[in-house]
């Protein structure tokens, strides 16, 4: 189970159990137990500290001082302070801070949405990877923002995302862009990666009423299970939250 909160877990647990087990596969191709990774806009460290609780190099590339801050303190009370290196910058200057082709693993969680070209900046962390080293990409899914705005009365807004180069409803929405599973497939393959999978995030978790879950005991749990369950399912990924694609530089 992924080491956070039960309520950050619904957000989070689906995409680690799959990060997790991609290590370890890459670990037991390389033989070699300690991999080099990289999380892109990794701020914090909410996956960061987990992966190298389990061993491994971090470097995380956040352009938030604050955020890199904390992430330090995060990793000396975890104890992995000297497997976690906290460097400022973004996908656009990442081609100066990290070597091409050191890499076993990318993360690239909630940075395509707000960089300016997201083509060239997933070539980017694709050129960092060694050969069969993988990407851990999770975006944004358009679809599912448009159930969410249509569940919550706003049709003109649902529409509107439907119909948007950028998956936006309008100028209010604080999300920068939202892509289609085939757009990100698309990107992948532009970049060189090859899809090995693809989980829908957050089927449910958004969507089900907070008092719900608060409330009825083991409704948690169940919650929880119900998303891991139904995360690799494609017909849950158009309503999901989120997409996530595992992909491999072959």
């Known amino acids: 189970m992924y080491p956070t909160r039960p309520r950050s877990a619904l957000r989070t647990a689906v995409v ?6 991609a ?15 990289v999380d ?8 960061a500290v987990p992966v190298a609780r389990l061993g491994h190099r971090v470097t995380v590339v956040d352009p938030s001082p604050d955020a890199l801050f904390a992430l330090e303190r995060r990793a000396a009370e975890a104890g992995v ?3 976690v ?21 990318v993360l690239c969680h ?26 851990s990409l999770l975006a944004a899914n358009r679809n599912g923002a448009v159930l969410a705005r249509a569940l919550g009365g706003h049709f003109a807004e649902a529409r509107a ?28 393959v532009g970049a060189g990666l090859r899809v090995e999978s693809v989980h829908g995030v957050r089927v449910f978790a958004d969507l089900v009423p907070g008092v ?11 919650l929880l299970k119900l998303e891991e369950a139904a995360a690799g399912q494609p017909a849950f990924h158009a309503v999901a939250t989120q997409l996530h694609l595992l992909a491999t530089l072959g």
Request: aromatic residues 4%; charged residues 25%; glycine residues 14%.
């Open 212 to 222: 719900l879950v608060d409330a009825e005991p083991g409704a948690m749990e169940a």
């Open 161 to 188: 995302v439907l119909g948007a180069a950028d998956g936006r409803w309008g100028e209010q929405d604080p999300m920068p862009r939202r892509f289609t599973g085939e757009e990100l497939d698309r990107l992948a």
């Open 110 to 135: 909630g940075v395509l949405e707000v960089v300016d070209d997201p083509a060239e900046a997933l070539g980017s962390l694709a050129g960092t990877l060694r050969r069969g080293g993988f990407v």
């Open 85 to 105: 290196r906290a460097v400022q910058g973004d996908t656009q200057t990442l081609p100066e801070l990290v070597p091409p082709g050191t890499v076993d693993a």
């Open 16 to 21: 680690w159990e799959v990060v997790r087990a």
């Open 40 to 47: 892109t806009g990794g701020g914090t460290g909410n996956f």
């Open 23 to 37: 290590l370890e596969k890459r670990v037991a191709e390389l033989d070699q137990p300690v991999l080099d990774v």
């Open 81 to 83: 302070t000297d497997l």
